[in-house]
């Protein structure tokens, strides 16, 4: 829209309010109507969307699936090339070296693990810790995630909030009850203190899991994953990352200049 274009806007099947609520406030700021269009529906109107030989280029936000599905809709067009511009989602890790900080390591894992329910794109899934310091931070992180208010995200004093759905609730508490039968839980909120009676909450969980390479798909959730990796281990750590097919998102806490550049 900015570069001139005229735009239709899709959003998400779950997003239509505030969707509507952005397009009302651009046209209300003079973005000629005939130039923003809002289109809300599930992924028939995003298909038809794609499909259509007026549409010159796509934007899209969301899963890699679907976003392979729009590319290969876009080869198959018999017209001029069509750019697409995806950003699909990531398991984002976080390397943590036993140099590290555990009260910078503890406030930023519960920050992107947790807040906005981790349901940010760029929401950290996959913790990395050296294995030497390893209890102590995921002790720490437990605590601090203890401590996490549950509600109603318009009260300014709710740190978590509902994910969008009850299908995202039900894949979710899924997960988590697989690994639970495998004992890999090694935290959840809703053991200390009961969810909210009413909305799609998931308690803040911390699995542990034995490789990076074991976390093959995006849990869209406020759950973490924890991996533990051995000194001298780094360079097998950073491959296995780089196997896993997501490259969105990477933090590291390392007080080592030289393991920071590597």
Sequence with gaps: ??????????????????????VRTLHAAGI????????????????????????????????????????????????????????????????????ALPEQVTDDVVTSAFRSS????????????????ADAMVKMIAGAARELRLGDPREPSTHVGPVIDAEAKDKLDRWIAAHERQ?????????????????????PTIIAIDHARDLTEEVFGPILHVVRWR??????????????????????HSRIDATVEH
């Design 118 to 133: 981790g349901q940010r794109c760029s929401a950290l899934r996959l913790l990395c810790v050296q294995e030497d310091v």
């Design 1 to 22: 829209l900015v570069a001139g274009n005229s735009v239709v806007a899709k959003p998400a099947e779950q997003t239509p309010l505030i969707a509507a609520e952005t």
């Design 183 to 203: 004992d890999r839980v090694r935290f959840r909120w809703d053991r200390f203190k009961p969810l909210p009676q009413s909305g799609s909450y998931v308690p």
């Design 231 to 252: 000194a001298g281990g780094l360079d097998r750590l950073l491959e296995e990352i780089a196997g896993n097919g997501y490259g969105l998102t990477l933090g590291i």
């Design 32 to 99: 000629p109507p005939g130039a923003l269009h809002l289109l809300p529906g599930d992924g028939k109107v995003g298909a038809a969307l794609v499909a259509d030989a007026r549409v010159a280029g796509v934007a899209f936000t969301g899963s890699t699936e679907v976003a392979r599905a729009i590319n290969r809709v876009l080869a198959g067009k018999d017209a001029a090339i069509v750019p697409l511009i995806a950003e699909t989602g990531g398991i984002n890790p976080m390397i943590v070296d036993a140099t």
